[in-house]
Each structure stands twice: as structure tokens, then as C-alpha cells.
């Protein structure tokens, strides 16, 4: 199973950006699909979370402001998840890891995978 970010960059307060992660492989379920964020020096911490049902799980620090979506179109093996941020703030500035809960095809059965990271910067 292959990772794929895409969507950070430098941005002012107050403005928007839009992450996305593309996973793409032996994938039979995608489990969990989100983001973690990890500022240097600090523990990685969730940012957003939606299961298989469409259940989502947000951080009390980006509520309102930040909006998961997937895009899980029948008939592809590619499902990707998009984080919607809007109202940036300084204290978001991190770097941005997607990460998937998957059960495969193939064995091992139950898999966790993380994206490469991708940063985010909110500057004036």
C-alpha cells in the first residue's frame, strides 16, 4: 500500500488550504483515513479522523475550522481523503501526516500506514 500527500504550503492567518491523501494498493477496506499534525519537539497529535461509516473525530483545537471529506468512488483502487482548513492560525503551523487504517488483501491482513508529511506554515 502506497501513501500519497499532497496540498501544504505557506499561508497568512486567516486564510484557507486544502490537504489531500491518496492511498492506492492491496486495499480490501479502508478502516480510517486522516491527519495527525507533529510540531518539532512535540508529540504527534490527531488533527481529524472519518471511518468506514463517516464517523468523524476532530481535535477540540481545529473544530469549526477544519472539515474531513473522502472521496471512495466504487470501482477504483484509489481512495483518497481531503482535510479542508480554513481560518489558519500560527498554532497550526506543523507538519501534516495522513494517516490510514486498511484491511488488505493480502496478509498481513490488518496494516497501518502513514504519509510522508507534508508542512504547513501560517505566517504573516
Known amino acids: 500500500v502506497q501513501v500519497a500527500e499532497s496540498g501544504g504550503g505557506l499561508v497568512q492567518p486567516g486564510e484557507s488550504l486544502k490537504l489531500s491523501c491518496t492511498a492506492y494498493?492491496?486495499?480490501?477496506?479502508?478502516?480510517?483515513m486522516g491527519w495527525y499534525r507533529e510540531v518539532s519537539g512535540k508529540e504527534r497529535g490527531l488533527v481529524a479522523l472519518?471511518?468506514?461509516?463517516?464517523?468523524?473525530?476532530?481535535?477540540?483545537s481545529v473544530k469549526g475550522r477544519f472539515t474531513i471529506s473522502r472521496d471512495d468512488a466504487k470501482n477504483t483502487q484509489f481512495h483518497t481523503a481531503y482535510l479542508q482548513m480554513n481560518s489558519l492560525k500560527a498554532e497550526d503551523t506543523a507538519v501534516y501526516y495522513c494517516?490510514?487504517?486498511?484491511?488488505?488483501?493480502?496478509?498481513?491482513?490488518?496494516?497501518?500506514?502513514w504519509g510522508q508529511g507534508t508542512p504547513v506554515t501560517v505566517s504573516s
Open positions: 494517516y490510514v487504517d486498511i484491511t488488505q488483501t493480502i496478509l498481513p491482513r490488518h496494516i497501518e500506514v
Open positions: 494498493g492491496t486495499i480490501l477496506t479502508i478502516n480510517t
Open positions: 472519518m471511518d468506514a461509516a463517516g464517523v468523524t473525530t476532530y481535535s477540540d
